[in-house]
């Protein structure tokens, strides 16, 4: 099939690339001239595994074409749209601008029969306003939420573990089940809503994922209080099927461009709809998560005898989450920000995020590798469980830094070894 996308950030540069990959024929639409010239030489101008892989591939056989001009849509039979929806700089809701350009953009382009077709995470009733502009050119809209993950967003797009389609025809599944017949093929299950019940699923799903986090870090902060440890405790529930073991990490808590402003802006919608109190708990499930770095910057604190200013402050990851370069709502970036204005000498190195770190917030100090973040530190925060950080050997890092404290922010070390090794060990919710 024909088709577009529009936007070509995490989302959409991969769904163009997954799509070409599965034998359409895709041109991705950005406004950022220099995404497209780095995508159109089969560049990723972001760090996602897999992607450099499937681009090359895509450019090879030529099914992949990217452009900075709309009218390049033209031809096309679907398309899709998966622009940023961000917090919006006042308040709580999502910023609609980048989804209502990307429509605005596809207007005048349209033919009857086109599908324009969102992916992008949108506060309900979003759809069925965008329909409203889009029906009258004859071409209609379908939702059809996206549920990737960074870091396996090449797999999540070809192998989704569910397709959701939000629609108003038969005509519109139909050609979705086009777009998906290899997806289709291996059985993924696929389920076929009315507009307001796929935008929701997609806000559902993150608010419990976010909710899932948040008890467990609630969890955390009871078993500081009483000596327990939250890792046992998570090992223990989520041996029960009905639980599950999956996003049951306490930690530094969650962020990302996803999580945490999904479910702000949720509490928003609801609230506009006079149902604020059915997802009250959401502001809660935020401030669990916010307390969550606070604790890991008194345990760096207490570890440095009360006090950070001057101390050399390793801090382990800059990303949201390993396996990425997005900083976007980063607790890693958060802690590193927030030992600064302490007053400590941060120095912090991430595999693939100083970059991006580094030209948000300059005034940190950066590492160019593991030795060098090392090297001298007073203490030692893991806030990003990359494997590198994993797999750390405790003696040998012992040898590198001033003084053998660590905080493990994501709990992801061996308490026992680190200890043996001569390391004062915490983490978070452990005794
Ligand atoms: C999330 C959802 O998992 C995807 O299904 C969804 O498609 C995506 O948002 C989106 O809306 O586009 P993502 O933001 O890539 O995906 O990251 P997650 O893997 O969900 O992790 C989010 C945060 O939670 C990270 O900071 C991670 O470190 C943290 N986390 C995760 C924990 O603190 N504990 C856990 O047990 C799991």
């Avoid at 031809?75 to 350009?101: E, K, M, W």
């Avoid at 030992?339 to 100083?354: K, M």
């Amino acid at each position: 099939m024909k088709m577009s996308v529009i936007g070509c950030g995490y989302l959409g540069a991969v769904h163009a690339a997954a799509m070409a990959s599965l034998g359409h024929d895709v041109v991705g639409i950005d406004v950022d001239a220099a995404k497209i010239e780095a995508l159109a030489a089969g560049r990723a101008p972001f760090f996602e595994p897999g992607l450099p892989e499937l681009l090359t591939a895509d450019h090879e056989t030529g099914s992949l074409r990217f452009s900075t001009d709309v009218s390049e849509i033209t031809g096309s039979a679907v398309h899709f749209i998966g622009v940023g929806t961000p917090q919006r700089r006042d308040g709580n809701g999502a910023d609609l601008q980048y989804v209502d350009a990307a429509v605005e953009s596809l207007l005048p382009h349209l033919s009857p029969g086109d599908l324009v077709v969102g992916k992008s995470t949108v506060p309900v009733g979003t759809a069925e306003r965008l329909a409203a502009l889009i029906e009258p050119t004859g071409a209609e809209l379908a939702w059809n939420p996206e549920f990737l993950r960074e870091g396996f967003a090449v797999k999540d797009t070809i192998e989704p573990d569910r397709l959701v389609y939000g629609v108003r025809s038969d005509r519109a599944v139909e050609i979705l089940d086009q777009v998906y017949a290899q997806a289709l093929s291996t059985g993924t299950p696929r389920l076929v809503t009315d507009f307001p019940t796929a935008e929701l699923v997609k806000t559902a799903a993150n608010a419990f994922l976010a909710t899932k986090i948040s008890f467990i870090n609630a969890m955390a902060e009871i078993a500081e209080a009483t000596g327990a440890d939250v890792t046992q405790l998570a090992d223990a529930i989520g041996h029960d099927v009905r639980i599950g073991r999956k996003f049951l990490n306490a930690g530094v808590g969650f962020g990302g461009g996803c999580l945490p402003k999904d479910i702000r802006a949720f509490s928003a919608r609801a609230e506009e709809l006079g149902r604020g109190e059915s997802v009250a708990f959401l502001k809660e499930v935020d401030a669990i998560n916010l307390r969550r770095r606070r604790r890991v910057i008194d345990l760096v604190t207490d570890a440095l005898g009360g006090s950070a200013y001057n101390k050399r402050v390793a801090v382990l990851g800059l990303a949201f989450k390993p396996d990425s370069d997005d900083i976007r709502d980063s607790p890693a970036l958060d802690v590193a920000v927030q030992l600064h204005g302490l007053g400590a000498d941060v120095v912090a190195w991430d595999p693939e995020a100083v970059d991006n770190a580094r030209r948000l917030h300059p005034q940190l100090g950066y590492a160019d590798d593991l030795d060098g973040v090392l090297a001298g530190a007073e203490a030692v925060v893991l806030v990003t469980e990359w494997k590198q950080f994993r797999e750390l050997d405790p003696a040998k890092t012992a040898e590198a830094v001033a003084s053998a404290t660590i905080v493990d922010g994501r709990n992801v070390l061996d308490p026992q070894e680190w200890r043996a090794a001569g390391w004062t060990y915490q983490g978070l919710g452990r005794p």
